[in-house]
């Protein structure tokens, strides 16, 4: 059973950088298919940024040219670099994974991932 843990997350102000890391325990996979996922209060859970075992990355919009999603082979804990943070960006962020390396399409919808974390809080002030 896969084992996720995330990091990083914290307060601040607008402008602002964080990394979330997320480590999976357990045997190093070859194939997965990797994610970050947000949800503020009241809102609906978002997909932010995603990774395949093959390297493809896929983005929301919203957070284009400002996070960036990365994970240096299976090995390796997933990371979220987030840069010039926005209120808007404030949620719980949650890792996610599959133990399949899913078309680049598919990486942003939350019914392909079967393994979660507990979450880290990202607070973003203006």
């Known amino acids: 059973q896969v084992q996720l843990v995330e990091s990083g997350g914290g307060s601040v102000q607008s402008g602002g950088s964080l990394r979330l890391s997320c480590v999976a325990s357990?045997?190093?996979?070859?194939?997965?298919?990797m994610a970050w996922f947000r949800q503020a209060p009241g809102k609906e859970r978002e997909g932010v940024a995603a990774?395949?075992?093959?390297?493809?990355?896929t983005y929301a919009a919203s957070v284009k040219g400002r996070f960036s999603i990365s994970k240096d082979g299976a090995e390796s804990p997933l990371y979220l670099q987030m840069n010039n943070l926005i209120p808007e960006d404030t949620a719980m962020y949650y890792c996610?994974?599959?133990?399949?390396?899913?078309?680049?399409?598919?990486?942003?919808?939350?019914?392909?991932?079967?393994?979660w974390g507990q979450g880290t809080q990202v607070t973003v002030s203006s």
């Open positions: 996610a994974a599959d133990l399949r390396c899913r078309d680049w399409r598919l990486l942003l919808s939350t019914g392909n991932y079967n393994y």
């Open positions: 357990g045997y190093t996979y070859s194939k997965y298919s």
């Open positions: 990774i395949n075992s093959d390297g493809r990355t």
